[in-house]
């Protein structure tokens, strides 16, 4: 009998280890954040609407994986005629293509507990580009944050056109939160 129980608790306890957590992202709480210069200034604004699954496995991070989209329409620079500007055709052309999409190919262990290498594709617009950066995730209230930061060049993306006064890099902050 001992030698059951303990044999019972032993595959339970390995179960738990190798345990993936299936979340999903969730709005509150997440902030998905872009700063670009424009005329020497840093202007800046966020996007919601997240959607998607993140599969989390803290011993074999190669197990884990993120597929998740924001939509574009929500985008909220504090200045509604930018923000109708942005969402026409000469920049994310909203009506054709109304959301944003990252999608993981890999994940591997980053340095240090709790940091990661996020290797994938990030597709605005029609335009689907190999991106990759480092994140880290913490328990928060329940829930696991992931945060990271990538820049990206937003002709590649065709969000508008050369300009003298504009920049042509975009840096994006992640936290996002998910249950």
Do not use: W
Request: proline share 3%.
């Amino acid at each position: 009998m001992k030698k059951i129980l303990s044999i019972l608790v032993l595959v339970c306890v390995s179960a738990g280890v190798n345990a993936q957590k299936k979340l999903q992202p969730v709005d509150e709480g997440s902030k998905v954040h872009f700063v670009i210069k424009n005329l020497g200034i840093n202007t800046g604004g966020d996007l919601t609407g997240l959607k998607g699954s993140i599969v989390l496995n803290n011993k074999k991070p190669s197990a884990s994986s993120a597929d998740v989209t924001v939509e574009v329409s929500t985008i909220d620079t504090d200045n509604e005629r930018r923000d109708g500007h942005l969402n026409r055709p000469d920049y994310f052309d909203v009506a054709k293509f109304p959301t944003m999409r990252i999608k993981s190919t890999s994940i591997s262990e980053g340095s240090g507990a709790g940091n990661y290498i996020f290797a994938g594709t990030l597709t605005i617009r029609d335009v689907t580009k190999a991106i990759t950066f480092p994140f880290s995730v913490v328990p928060a209230a329940g829930n696991y944050l992931f945060t990271g930061e990538f820049a990206i060049n937003r002709l590649d993306y065709g969000l508008g056109k050369e300009s003298a006064t504009m920049s042509d890099e975009v840096k994006v902050s992640l936290q996002i939160v998910a249950k």
